[in-house]
């Protein structure tokens, strides 16, 4: 593509984006948000100012994106009469170009988060299967790959509870991830993740097929209406820490949610049950163990909508043994994502936490759909 088609292309997509994302009415109602944060009494109902707020800041994400994709385009649109009059170079015309595309690409992938949910943080949880401790290092090991996922890319992890392993890794661990579009992106990690590899733990230096689950649901704020039935709710505590030694709480701070939840559609009633022991202040963990269980509230809700809307497609699989999203070979150096057939032969890179290609992938064939 020479210079002038491929200005013309990104100011194409640049008009393209702007109707897509309506930015002179996100622009509007950003206004006049703004015109309520003024009045005297805007912080007399809370709840209220901090929806009002984050509709904000929600909408700012989408007109600051595209105000940098403008400029970008005005700059190039500038520079390209430099070029014609001699003034600039070849080399910076594609420079300028190149950065550019990278942020009408960044936009167009983000265009598919829109739904309500895809803004939120994530709680990430991890659960190894049959296996033993080769199943259970496993698991491990995908913690550690999300743990530098979120640290690229400036997320906040909490490990809310974990169970370690007998001997070695764990048995399942549930993380917060918070920054912006945690979920939206994360959300393509749900499912069952595969691992080939010549075992450590095999005295005979077999090759060894070990499956972990990931599931991944957005964590609801305060603005979202979840209703908790407190006649339904009941707590336990218990001494949290570790194995032993130095390490053992004296004080029962972890706590124990069980909460009888009955399904409002189909009657059925089962119990939810969450342990929380992420700090040593029992009131707090009952406060983060709450957030969770509305997390869990939210989800089965939204999982409700999007089966009424007929949004869940057949490539969404179910966790399950056998039907594993993603593969990783380890002696063969592939890690493959089944649903997009994308893959790649740098798997350190990916169990370093770099599996943006991989979400891309998947968003750029389901992200509108889910």
Excluded at 30 to 42: L, P, S, V, Y
Excluded at 177 to 196: I, M, N, P, Q
Excluded at 215 to 244: M, Q
């Amino acid at each position: 593509m020479t210079i002038p088609e491929s200005i013309k292309d990104l100011q194409t997509r640049k008009e393209a984006l702007k109707k897509f994302l309506d930015i002179d009415k996100l622009t509007a109602e950003i206004a006049e948000e703004e015109k309520q944060t003024e009045g005297a009494d805007f912080w007399n109902d809370p709840k209220e100012a901090k929806k009002v707020m984050l509709s904000i800041k929600s909408k700012k994400t989408w007109t600051s994106a595209f105000k940098s994709v403008s400029d970008s385009c005005d700059d190039l649109e500038v520079m390209n009469e430099f070029f014609e009059a001699g003034d600039t170079s070849e080399e910076e015309m594609l420079a300028q170009i190149e950065e550019t595309t990278k942020l009408v690409e960044e936009l167009e992938f983000k265009n598919m988060l829109r739904n309500e949910s895809d803004r939120f943080d994530a709680v990430l949880s991890i659960n190894a299967g049959a296996g033993g401790v080769e199943a259970q290092d496993w698991a491990e090991m995908l913690m550690r790959m999300y743990m530098r996922y979120a640290e690229r890319n400036n997320y906040k992890v909490a490990i809310s509870n974990i169970l370690d392993g007998e001997g070695a890794g764990i048995k399942s661990v549930t993380m917060q991830v918070e920054g912006d579009f945690a979920f939206g992106y994360l959300k393509s990690e749900t499912g069952v993740h595969r691992l080939v590899r010549v075992s450590p733990f095999n005295a005979q230096g077999k090759r060894m097929t070990s499956f972990a689950s990931v599931s991944v649901t957005p964590l609801v704020d305060d603005t979202i209406e979840v209703v908790v039935d407190n006649s339904r709710l009941s707590w336990d505590t218990f001494r949290s820490g570790g194995a032993g030694g130095q390490n053992v709480n004296k004080v029962e701070s972890g706590v124990r949610l069980r909460y009888q939840y009955k399904d409002p559609y189909t009657g059925e009633e089962e119990e939810i049950l969450i342990e929380n022991t992420e700090t040593r202040d029992q009131p707090k963990n009952k406060e983060n163990a709450l957030r969770l269980l509305r997390s869990q509230l939210y989800d089965r809700e939204m999982k409700h909508r999007m089966e009424e809307q007929a949004k869940i497609k057949a490539s969404q699989k179910k966790i399950e043994w056998g039907s594993q999203i993603r593969s990783y070979v380890m002696d063969d150096r592939r890690v493959k994502d089944h649903r997009t057939n994308y893959q790649t032969g740098d798997v350190m890179g990916v169990m370093d936490g770099k599996i943006d290609n991989f979400i891309k992938s998947y968003l750029m064939e389901f992200g509108g759909d889910n």
